[in-house]
């Protein structure tokens, strides 16, 4: 059985769009989900599925959070694997080694278009480096997190997205490793 990791866009941040964990892992595994677990609060799921299909999976995901918590929120899925590669890649190891919280990885629901990417990375964001791969972003933060010139350019990127600094996408490859 397939383990997969569901990022969660925009929960529990303040009073907004409010999604219990716990009942959350409940509600996933009444839905015939296995192994449900979290990562801390902010919308981080690993779980066993028989079905093979990331959009099928990320959809009953959704659909379960919309029916138990009224929240409609995108829904990013990623294997352990395709997780593991995206820590494989690394593009600031330095960085992520010594300020694993300022090196964020930006989790797309989709491959964005090859033009909007061409000038997302092209933009002068300095001292903050961004690196670009597939569904994945990684920003350097440097001193502190979200810049407004780098966040008015993702969303440029035509896509939704979710981010993760280091740290809490090194201990979701663990969890899926464990399973």
């Known amino acids: 059985m397939p383990t997969w990791v569901a990022l969660l866009r925009a929960v529990n941040l303040g009073a907004h ?3 219990s964990m716990p009942t959350l892992r409940e509600v996933l595994a009444e839905d015939g989900f296995t192994d449900v677990k979290t990562y801390v609060n902010s919308g981080n799921v690993v779980l066993g599925s028989s079905m093979r299909s990331p959009a099928k ?17 995108p829904v990013m899925m990623r294997t352990g694997p395709q997780l593991a590669t995206v820590l494989d890649w690394n593009p600031f190891p330095d ?4 300020r694993p919280k300022l090196v964020a990885v930006l989790h797309l629901s989709a491959e964005p278009e090859a033009a909007a990417v061409e000038t ?13 791969r597939g569904e994945e972003v990684v920003i350097d933060w440097v001193h502190q997190t979200g810049r407004p ?3 008015r350019a993702l969303t ?5 997205a979710t981010a993760r600094n280091w740290r ?3 201990a979701l490859v663990e969890m899926t490793r464990d399973q």
């Open 156 to 160: 440029k990127l035509g896509v939704h």
């Open 17 to 19: 769009n409010k999604v």
């Open 120 to 132: 997302f990375l092209a933009a002068d964001y300095a001292p903050i480096r961004v690196a670009h």
């Open 168 to 170: 809490t996408l090194t």
């Open 57 to 73: 999976v990320g959809q009953a995901v959704h659909d379960a959070i919309l029916e138990h918590f009224g929240v409609d929120t």
């Open 95 to 98: 960085a992520a080694a010594e």
């Open 149 to 151: 010139a780098v966040d």
